[in-house]
């Protein structure tokens, strides 16, 4: 069985400021995950993906996440929010030849100027 | 190339009514999968299609739901009857058959809001 953690459901911050949306997972099996965005009135956008190899992530929109998996962590970070952020972040892991993903609650990210 | 198109982006019904959902997955994208978000909370898996067939519906809450895809191109999710605890967002989402999961990555739809009186 698979479980996916966000911690927050809504985060503040500046303008300019570092993002940090938390996101901890639980997988018997080595896991894949992503982060996915949500516009306001479109679909679910990905933001970037972990399978194997390197740890650290990057994405697009200047957004990373690093894989730990001693933490069973894949947080994901921004160094300087824009404005054009705003919106909801979802984390999910997928497995093996699994094709259904297990989706976290959801963060939303407000910017503020 | 088109994304994922879903129809209605938002339906208004009474308790007992039926609603019919469509998605359009992107062109030669075998897998469709079906997702619904309940007030707020997880985007929980529905049902996942392999062109006409059913490969998992795991997810399906009871049998008021049903989902087909005849084709193996459009689909649809019929909810008859409708209850006040459908109400969400449907999400639809599609990729191509080949490749594992980590580079299969789910193109999503933009959702179908219901919302059940």
């Known amino acids: 069985a698979q479980s996916v953690t966000q911690l927050g459901s809504h985060v503040s911050v500046s303008e300019g400021a570092l993002v940090l949306l938390r996101c901890n997972y639980s997988s018997s099996v080595p896991p894949y995950l992503f982060w996915y965005v949500q516009y306001p009135n479109q679909g679910l956008q990905l933001l970037l993906k972990y399978t194997t190899g390197a740890t650290l992530v990057k994405g697009i929109n200047g957004f990373e996440a690093e894989f730990k998996k001693s933490e069973t962590s894949f947080h994901l970070t921004k160094p300087s929010a824009h404005m054009s952020d705003a919106a909801e972040y979802f984390c999910a892991v997928g497995s093996g030849s699994a094709r259904q993903l297990t989706f976290g609650s959801g963060t939303q990210l407000t910017v503020l100027p | 190339e088109a994304g994922v198109t879903q129809f209605p982006s938002h339906s208004v019904i009474e308790k007992g009514q039926t609603v019919t959902l469509r998605c359009d997955p992107i062109?030669?994208?075998?897998?469709l999968y079906w997702y619904r978000r309940v007030m707020g909370k997880e985007i929980k898996f529905l049902l996942h299609f392999v062109k006409e067939s059913k490969q998992d519906e795991s997810g399906m809450p009871n049998n008021r739901f049903l989902a087909e895809r005849t084709g193996g191109t459009y689909s649809t999710l019929k909810v008859q009857p409708a209850e006040l605890e459908d109400s969400g967002v449907y999400f639809c989402?599609?990729?191509?058959?080949?490749?594992?999961?980590?580079?299969?990555?789910?193109?999503f739809g933009a959702g179908s809001r219901l919302t059940v009186l």
């Open positions: 989402a599609s990729s191509p058959l080949r490749g594992g999961v980590g580079a299969n990555v789910l193109t």
């Open positions: 062109s030669g994208h075998d897998n």
